[in-house]
C-alpha cells in the first residue's frame, strides 16, 4: 500500500472525480481531458483502491458494474503497460493464467465458427452447431477457475488487502458468465437454433470471458502477488486439489508439514481449519455415523464414541490388529480389502446388511496422504433405513417430522 499512500490522495481523488462522473453519465470526453494525466498513468493498485472507494462511498454494485467496461477501456492502455513481477510457473498465479491461455484459444475457436455463419439464414449447418456445442461444453470446465477464485484466492485477498470490494464486481460476471454459458448451451441443444439469439448471446460471452482476464492479470494479480506471503500462497495452491484444474496438466503436490505453530493454544491445523482435541471428539461423536480408523500396518487406532453405536466396540481393541478382530470366516474379506487400499487398486469398498429390522450401510475407505502413500482404512457404519424411505422434497424447516 506505501506506493499508494505516497501519492498523498491527490491521484485517488482525481481519479475518483472522473469515475463519478462517467458513472453519472456527465460527458466523457471533457473528463477524460481534465484528468487525462492521471489516466495515462494509473495502476493496478489505484485502481483496486478507486473501486473500492466508490462502493464505499455508496455507488452500488450494479451502478458500478455498469460502467466497470468504460473505466477499465479508459485505463486500459496504463494498465496494459504496467509490467509486473510474474511468479514461476509452479505457483498458483501462474496456473491460473495457463487456464486463461487455454480458454482465449477456446473463444478464438468459436470466433472464428462464427465468421461461418451465412448472413442470410436465420438457421445453422449441422457441422457448424456441433462445433460450437462442442466449445461451449469445453467451456464449462472454466467454471473451476472461478470456483479457485472465488473460494480460495479472493478470501486471501480480503484478509491481506483492505481494498478489496472490487472482487464483489468480478464475483458477478462469473455468475453472468454461467448464466451465459448455461443459456448457449439450451440454445444449441435445440433441433432448430435461432441464430438471432445465439448470436446476441455469444456477444455477451465474449464481453465478460475476455475482460475478466484482462482485469485478472493486470489488476488483481499483480496486487495480489505483492499483497500475499509467500505461505499463503502454498496453502492456496494445496486447497486448489480440491477443486481440481482446467485444461492443464494438475501442478506437483506440496507436501504438507504441520509444525509446533500448528499446535498453539491447544488447536490441532487440520489444513482447512483449527480445533482442539475437544472439539474433534466431540464432532465425530456427533456424527450419525459410527466410525473405526486403522493406521498402515493394520492396528486399530481410534474408534468414534457417540451415544448409540451400530456396532459395539470397547477401548481394548486400540492397538490390536485389525485381522484379530474379526472372526476367522471373515478375515479373507478384511486381507482383500486392505491388500486393495495399499496397492492402489481400490479406494472404497461398500457393504449392506439389515439387522433388527434396521439397514445399516458399512463402508471402507483407503486413506492417503498427500503423495498418495496409504495410511489406513477408515470404516463408517450408518442406519439409513430413515434415508432409504425418503421421498419428494423437504424445502421448509419442519421440527415436528
Given amino acids: ?53 466508490l462502493l464505499q462511498e455508496g455507488f452500488s454494485n450494479d451502478l458500478v458494474k455498469a460502467s466497470l467496461g468504460k473505466l477499465i477501456n479508459t485505463f486500459y492502455s496504463s494498465l496494459n503497460a504496467c509490467e509486473w513481477e510474474k511468479p514461476d510457473e509452479s505457483h498458483f498465479l501462474s496456473c491460473l493464467m495457463r487456464e486463461n491461455r487455454a480458454v482465449e484459444k477456446i473463444m ?80 444449441l441443444s435445440e433441433a432448430v437454433p435461432d441464430k438471432v439469439i445465439l448470436i446476441r448471446e455469444l456477444g455477451k460471452l465474449f ?33 486448489s486439489f480440491e477443486v481440481g484444474w482446467c485444461y492443464i496438466a494438475p ?37 450419525p455415523v459410527d466410525i473405526t480408523f ?34 476367522h470366516e471373515s478375515v479373507h474379506i478384511v486381507n482383500e480389502i486392505v491388500d486393495a487400499f495399499r496397492s492402489g487398486t481400490r479406494d472404497s469398498a461398500d457393504f449392506w446388511i439389515q439387522m433388527k429390522g434396521r439397514f445399516i450401510q458399512i463402508r471402507y475407505f483407503a486413506i492417503r496422504n498427500e503423495l498418495g502413500e496409504y495410511k489406513g482404512t477408515i470404516e463408517v457404519s450408518q442406519d439409513v433405513t430413515g434415508i432409504r424411505s425418503l421421498q419428494g422434497e423437504r424445502r421448509l424447516l419442519d421440527w415436528n417430522t
Avoid at 135 to 144: F, G, P, R, S, W
Wanted: one cysteine or more.
Fill in 108 to 187: 478464438k475457436d468459436i470466433k472464428s465458427l462464427l465468421k461461418l455463419l451465412p448472413k442470410t439464414e436465420n438457421s445453422l449447418n449441422a457441422k457448424i452447431k456441433a462445433d460450437l456445442l462442442k466449445l461451449i461444453n469445453e467451456l464449462k470446465l472454466y467454471e473451476l477457475h472461478y470456483i479457485k477464485k472465488e473460494n480460495i484466492l479472493f478470501p486471501i485477498i480480503e484478509k491481506t488487502f483492505p481494498q478489496y470490494r472490487c472482487l464483489q464486481l468480478m464475483w458477478s460476471f462469473h455468475d453472468d458468465f454461467r448464466k451465459i454459458v448455461k443459456s448457449i448451451g439450451a440454445i
Fill in 207 to 239: 464481453f465478460v470471458v475476455l475482460p475478466v482476464i484482462f482485469r485478472e492479470e493486470q489488476i488483481v494479480f499483480p496486487v495480489a502477488y505483492r499483497a500475499i506471503p509467500a505461505r499463503s500462497w502454498d496453502e492456496m495452491m494445496q486447497q
Fill in 1 to 53: 500500500m506505501s506506493e499508494f499512500t505516497s501519492n498523498n490522495g491527490l491521484r485517488l481523488e482525481a481519479l475518483a472525480d472522473f469515475s463519478r462522473g462517467m458513472i453519472r453519465g456527465e460527458n466523457g470526453k471533457m473528463l477524460i481531458e481534465k484528468h487525462n494525466e492521471v489516466i495515462a498513468s494509473v495502476t493496478p493498485m489505484e485502481t483496486m483502491v478507486l473501486l473500492d472507494l
Fill in 251 to 287: 501442478p506437483s503436490k506440496l507436501r504438507t508439514v504441520i509444525s509446533e505453530r500448528d499446535m498453539l493454544n491447544g488447536k490441532v491445523n487440520l489444513g482447512t481449519g483449527s480445533l482442539t482435541p475437544g472439539q474433534i471428539s466431540m464432532l465425530f461423536d456427533s456424527l
Fill in 294 to 327: 486403522v493406521d498402515e500396518n493394520d492396528e486399530v487406532c481410534y474408534f468414534s464414541g457417540g451415544k448409540v453405536r451400530i456396532f459395539p466396540r470397547s477401548k481394548a481393541i486400540i492397538g490390536r490388529k485389525v485381522q484379530n478382530c474379526h472372526p
